[in-house]
């Protein structure tokens, strides 16, 4: 490299770099606009029985449309929000909001089954998890027994002990605690030790092609024994076909979740598939303009 090379590559990352806080920056002043002005929605994936595909709960997954830049990817914009901490407010809202809705959905009559709310690493460090859930519950009149939380590891968790005391607490209420994204994290197995979990998420990038990969299959086995024998719940995440869910199926999975059953679906979505199932499950749905004979 030259030195007139070098000073253009520096510059070139200067700018980009700059270019890169200002974006963050940007999206994060309009994330705390967000959450005061309403552009922030929950959508409900539905997941499933893993043998019977009957349905056994719903996972609130946060969306927002931003007015200028369209539909913004959780991926992106929590990211984002935990790098400001701005992520404990944003939770805190999806979280009320999640409880609220379940609640309203056994109100109207639908059958009673969980919500998992995702909740960032961050909580444990800088927030009041405890509180905020046992506020929520109360809120919303929702039982805690209804009421899931996913962490995934976007952090490293460490098991001291005010980490380990939080999750028993919050289990102690009656609040169910799974491990999204399983096997991806810093010290996946490790957790199974440490923390009194109730359920493992697999991520999907083990799921996927699981029928077409043989390590995959001998991984994928291998937790499921592993968590079945701790008699933790294992759900697969991010099933898209046939013969995914088929392996899925034969290994003791408890429940899947994924685009071959449905996309997460807004609330007013949910509600229509909620009476679907209810036809199907030969129950009777609440409203009877909505069964179309
Ligand atoms: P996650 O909790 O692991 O959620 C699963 C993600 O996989 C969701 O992406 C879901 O839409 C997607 N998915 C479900 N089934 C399939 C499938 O069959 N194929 C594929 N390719 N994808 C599938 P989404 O909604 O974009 O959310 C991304 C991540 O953002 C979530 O991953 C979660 O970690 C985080 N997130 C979402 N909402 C919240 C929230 O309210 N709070 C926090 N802290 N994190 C959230
Ligand atoms: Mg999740
Ligand atoms: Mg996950
Ligand atoms: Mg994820």
Redesign the pocket.
Known sequence: HSKAGGRNDFQFFDSAMKEHLTQRMLLNNGLQEALKENQLE??Y?PRFDAQTAALTGM????RWKHPKLGNV???TF?AIAEESGL?LK??EW?LNEACKQNKRWQEEGFPKIPVS????VKHFYQGHLVEMARHALEKSHLEAKYLHL?I?ESLFIHHKKDVIDTVKELKRMGIKIAI??FGKGYSSLIHLLKLPINEV?LD?FFIKDVHLNSKKMVIVKAITDIANTLKLNVVA????NEEEWKYIRQLRCSEV????FS??LSKEEFTAFLRNAGAVQGQRPPDNTAVGE
């Open positions: 929950i959508h994936q996972e609130a997954l946060m990817s959780p991926d929590i992520i944003v939770d999806g709310v995702n909740i960032s996913e995934t999204d994204d998420k999907r995440e991010g099933v898209e979740q994924g685009y071959l996309k997460p």
